[in-house]
């Protein structure tokens, strides 16, 4: 058994305080694949928190019949442990544990699986989108809950020198960042190619994702595609609009809606993967640089057409060429101020009467 400098540190500590207060976590490690089936032989790793977070402070293996103990563990209330088991390089949490004076002693079940690289077993129980325009975007919050039904942990194929990918997200097009509500999703999780990737283990039973990214919007309608990557058994769509008529969606209306949301569901018939999610939403206000940069192309074009106005009537002059001044003509007129039909021309301007 490898006992870390850290428990070290801790049973020194216990021991100069009480030495009879000292717990044991033990149990049995089992295959969830095979009916529960013991797994022997198999590494089981006790973390203990620390600083917020857990860290590995004991490991030991199954014996024949897959069970493992850890011994003489300090007693803190204000200390959680986590034991785990590992098996085919994935480690599998198991429950929980705070030790007291009063129950220093736990028991736990720790559940490993088989695993499988394809084809992805993964389902969407439900996928929610809601979308909110905002000046030049529209602001888009996502939330999955991807179930893996199966009794094997999905871990992926590899294609060639890529590694394996467990979850693939389409997202809509000209997104820049992605932000998770969890941390450890947002560490595990890679945009690319307008694409959120994972290879992140998937075993059976439920995760829950959901994160926030931004569509930029260049016209005053803004047009939302979004793709399933996975079959879907339930999808809503809302979004925040003060006139419902101007919001066109590919999914039936919602009978009941809140306030100013307009709201679509799909649901009792399942949605492929592939199946492509369109919203249309109107009257999205424009950023100041989407006018600007169509004001200075207008500029821009009025001051080319003038550019080549000027050219052209100088090409016509040309340089020095006189330009004909049209020559006044004056008509002749009778003593009593009758003219008399005979037009004089004269070269410049007319003599002094």
């Not at 290879?199 to 979004?226: A, C, H, M, N, Q």
């Amino acid at each position: 058994m490898a006992v870390s400098l850290l428990l070290l540190a801790w049973l020194t500590a216990a021991s100069q305080v009480v030495e009879s207060q000292v717990g044991e976590i033990s149990g049995t490690a089992v295959n969830g694949s095979a009916g529960d089936v013991p797994v022997a032989g198999t590494e089981v790793v006790l973390r203990a928190s620390q600083d917020g977070a857990f860290v590995p402070v004991e490991s030991t293996t199954t014996d024949a019949q897959g069970r493992f103990s850890f011994k003489d563990l300090p007693v803190d209330q204000g200390m959680i442990y986590l034991p785990g088991v590992n098996r085919l390089g994935i480690h599998y949490p198991g429950p929980r544990v705070r030790l007291t004076p009063h129950q220093s002693s736990s028991r736990v079940k720790l559940v490993a699986f088989d695993t499988v690289e394809s084809p992805s077993p993964l389902i969407c129980r439900r996928h929610q989108i809601s979308a909110r325009p905002a000046e030049g975007f529209l602001e888009v919050t996502e939330e999955l809950v991807i179930d893996n039904p199966s009794r094997t942990t999905f871990v992926g194929q590899r294609v060639g020198d890529q590694g394996p990918v467990t979850l693939r997200l389409s997202l809509p097009s000209g997104i820049e960042n992605v932000t998770f509500d969890r941390e450890f999703h947002g560490r595990n999780f890679e945009l690319k190619e307008e694409q959120l990737t994972t290879d992140l283990p998937w075993p059976p039973g439920s995760r829950e994702l959901k994160f926030i990214y931004r569509v930029p919007v260049e016209r005053r309608y803004g047009i939302l595609t979004r793709v399933l990557d996975q079959p879907t058994d339930h999808i809503v769509i809302q979004i925040a609009a003060n006139d419902a008529s101007s919001v066109l969606c590919n999914l039936p209306k919602a009978s009941s809606e809140t306030g100013q949301l307009t709201v679509f569901e799909q649901r009792g018939t399942a949605l492929p993967a592939g199946f492509e999610v369109t919203l249309q939403l109107g009257a999205v206000p424009l950023r100041f640089e989407a006018y600007a940069r169509w004001l200075a192309l207008a500029v821009l074009i009025v001051l080319i057409a003038g550019s080549v106005l000027i050219t052209r009537g100088w090409a016509r002059s040309g340089p020095g060429k006189q330009e004909r001044v049209p020559q006044p003509t004056l008509r002749r007129i009778d003593s009593h101020g009758r003219p008399t039909g005979k037009r004089r021309r004269f070269a410049s301007s007319p003599p002094n009467q």
